[in-house]
């Protein structure tokens, strides 16, 4: 959303500073360390030395600039699509094993923001689902379904679609135990581009398969 022309809450002028870019770091910050329900506008405008007139200004409520936070934090980069839908999944894949075992500031705050909408859903996990998650999703459904020759909302190409986010997540979320069964697994990049190619080469072996 576009701050409107008007007089800015701040000092009576609209002028073009990084107030907005504040706010949205500040409020990841927030929500990342108490959640969405027990956050409030005073903590992150304090964090972000803003007025909290200025929420309201930028992003409408709460739940906006929630929102805005998810895009801006955890929307996975565009790539170019492939033509081909084997292509295509491959590099879906390997976009969603690179992004799920980043490092960095910014990846544990994403961490972050997902586990509290995981362990406690909030009046904004199904903002959480439709910016962050259907997107991918449906995206997913396309591809696996021109694969399989299915429309996208049929089941098998969605129980098709669960497996290989299922497969994913298995790597994302499982490592204390993976490192217990497999010590040499490490998740070096080498070893991140062979689990993205077996995911893809596992999933479309199934794929096309013909009954």
């Not at 962050?132 to 399989?148: F, K, S, T, W």
Request: net charge positive; charged share 25%.
């Amino acid at each position: 959303m576009k701050p409107r022309a008007l007089a800015h809450p701040e000092n009576g002028a609209v002028h073009p500073d990084d107030t907005r870019a504040r706010l949205l770091k500040a409020a990841a910050e927030v929500f990342a360390d108490n959640g969405y329900e027990t956050s409030t506008i005073r903590q992150i405008c304090a964090r972000a030395g803003a007025n909290v007139a200025l929420v309201n200004y930028y992003f409408g409520d709460k739940l906006e600039l929630y929102s805005e936070v998810l895009r801006s934090s955890m929307t996975p980069r565009r790539t170019p699509p492939a033509a081909d839908p084997d292509q295509a999944l491959r590099q879906i894949i390997r976009s969603m094993v690179e992004r799920a075992f980043e490092t960095g500031d910014q990846a544990n705050l994403r961490y972050r923001l997902m586990l509290h909408e995981l362990v406690h859903a909030t009046a904004a996990t199904s903002r959480v689902v439709d910016v962050v998650m259907r997107p991918l999703y449906d995206r997913l459904r396309e591809i696996v379904g021109a694969i399989l020759e299915l429309p996208a909302d049929h089941e098998k190409t969605r129980l098709c679609v669960h497996s290989v986010i299922g497969q994913i997540a298995h790597y994302a979320h499982s490592t204390p135990i993976l490192t217990a069964l497999w010590p040499a697994m490490t998740m070096t990049p080498a070893q991140r581009e062979a689990v993205a190619a077996h995911v893809a080469e596992f999933t479309l072996a199934y794929l096309r398969r013909r009954p």
